[in-house]
């Protein structure tokens, strides 16, 4: 319980930085809005989760500056909630849910990462079946398994995410360092790093390791101004199949290109023909490409292509469609 609180008063304490970077990125708003229109909304899940802070922190911030009536659900036992929407990220999920239904509330249970539970997503008995109103996917390949496992009466879209606002919000407002060449970087936790391929892969060119963990995204954020190549290198797993294209969307609202493996969930983001997918595990072949074809018009136009990602999948765009789907709710 103790943990608890100390990572609930860590996010407390974001919220400022928080707020202030999507003022500066979530630029849309919803035509014939009316936030009194919408059920009052509560979020759920675990503080101490990026993923959390991804589709549940930021949307209840957005929601909050857009006058909704949109709460943190951290005090508040949702059997105790009427008539209100209940948003599930990740965990956190009660055995109670059908009766919380019953009570009039509707359900949304956001899928992000939860198929890597003994009780998430590809369980045959996931508690959340038929008794959500909407089950939200990050990708339409986790959306497939789950149904060739057994269907369900819930409505079922795909959001495949969004850049962290704070890092959109840098890099509208500082421009990017000037780089005579190629630099590349790994962002991203120490354990989705396989150390057989980062060593492989600096005999082609040396490649930075930003070790992020849960508390340390701030103190390293502002140091990806300063690179012009992403790679994913994640140890093989099952996991991969599945997992939210984070690593995408940073590389495209970073201005950069990415090194990544070629797979069904890639393809949903990246066109077939960008240049810097890696195919069949051959990642010497992928850099060697990237090395050779830097600054020239093949890398232009992956960077074009990256572009596409950045638009098309923006927090301000991942809103609106979001709060589309609370109006409907209500």
């Known amino acids: 319980m103790h943990k608890k609180i100390l990572y609930y008063w860590r996010f407390k304490k974001e919220q400022h930085h928080m707020r202030r970077s999507i003022k500066s990125v979530f630029t849309v708003r919803p035509q014939r809005f009316r936030p009194h229109h919408i059920k009052p909304v509560y979020f759920y899940g675990s503080y101490d989760l990026s993923s959390f802070k991804i589709t549940g922190a930021y949307p209840l911030e957005a929601l909050k500056m857009l006058k909704v009536k949109a709460y943190s659900g951290w005090n508040v036992p949702p059997e105790d909630l009427k008539n209100s929407i209940l948003v599930f990220v990740k965990r956190g999920m009660p055995a109670s849910i059908k ?7 509707r359900i949304i249970i956001d899928m992000q990462d939860n198929f890597i539970e003994n009780d998430g997503a590809l369980n045959p008995n996931f508690i959340g079946r038929d008794v959500a109103d909407y089950l939200l996917f990050p990708n339409q390949a986790l959306l497939d398994k789950f149904l060739s496992i057994k269907p369900t009466t819930s409505k079922c879209l795909v959001f495949h995410g969004f850049c962290d606002p704070v890092i959109s919000a840098i890099f509208k407002k500082k421009k990017k360092s000037f780089l ?3 630099r ?22 040396k490649i930075e390791v930003i070790p992020l963990t849960e508390s340390n995204f701030n103190q390293w954020v502002e140091q990806l101004r300063h690179f012009n190549l992403h790679i994913d290198l994640r140890p093989v797993s099952e996991d991969n199949l599945y997992k939210p ?5 940073i590389a495209a609202e970073c201005r950069s290109n990415i090194l990544i493996e070629k797979s069904a969930r890639v393809l949903e983001m990246l066109p077939e023909d960008y240049p ?4 069949n595990n051959d990642l010497e072949t992928a850099m060697r490409r990237a090395k050779e074809t830097y600054g ?3 890398w232009d136009r992956a960077l074009e292509m990256m572009a596409d990602v950045r638009e098309k999948y923006s927090f301000s765009n991942h809103m609106q469609k979001f709060i589309g789907l609370l109006q409907s709710l209500s």
């Open 296 to 298: 020239t018009p093949v």
């Open 276 to 279: 810097y997918l890696i195919e």
């Open 184 to 205: 590349c970087c790994y962002f991203g936790f120490k354990f989705n790093l396989s150390l057989d391929k980062i060593g492989q892969a600096e005999k082609i060119f």
């Open 180 to 182: 005579p060449g190629l």
């Open 245 to 249: 294209l984070t690593k995408v969307s």
């Open 99 to 105: 009766k919380i239904k019953a009570n009039g509330n």
